[in-house]
């Protein structure tokens, strides 16, 4: 069973930086694309990033330029490099492995508050 666990979260005031983990047992996680999303109150999710087997990255517009994804493959670990954050940005965060409906983490909550 192919588990994601999400840390990182936490309060952070505006113009602040975290920097989210997602690790995934196993080494599944080495051959999919990986993503990033978030689900604020009241919205649906959304993709705010990706990154492919080979290293090649996707980002939402609103988040170019502020926030950077990357993995480790030998920890089975991607990361979510988020600057410059902004009270938008307030959400749950979750990674999810191929675009697969089966394969999401918990979530961790990012709230961006002065």
């Known amino acids: 069973q192919v588990q994601l666990v999400e840390s990182g979260g936490g309060l952070v005031q505006p113009g602040g930086s975290l920097r989210l983990s997602c690790a995934v047992s196993?080494?599944?996680?080495?051959?999919?694309?990986m993503g990033w999303y978030r689900q604020a109150p009241g919205k649906q999710r959304e993709l705010v990033a990706e990154?492919?087997?080979?290293?090649?990255?996707y980002y939402a517009d609103s988040v170019k330029g502020r926030f950077t994804i990357s993995r480790d493959t030998a920890k089975n670990t991607v990361y979510l490099q988020m600057n410059s954050l902004k009270p938008e940005d307030t959400a749950v965060y979750y990674c999810?492995?191929?675009?697969?409906?089966?394969?999401w983490g918990r979530g961790t909550q990012v709230t961006v508050s002065s």
């Open positions: 990154i492919t087997s080979v290293g090649r990255t």
């Open positions: 196993g080494s599944i996680a080495s051959r999919y694309i």
């Open positions: 999810n492995l191929g675009r697969l409906d089966n394969y």
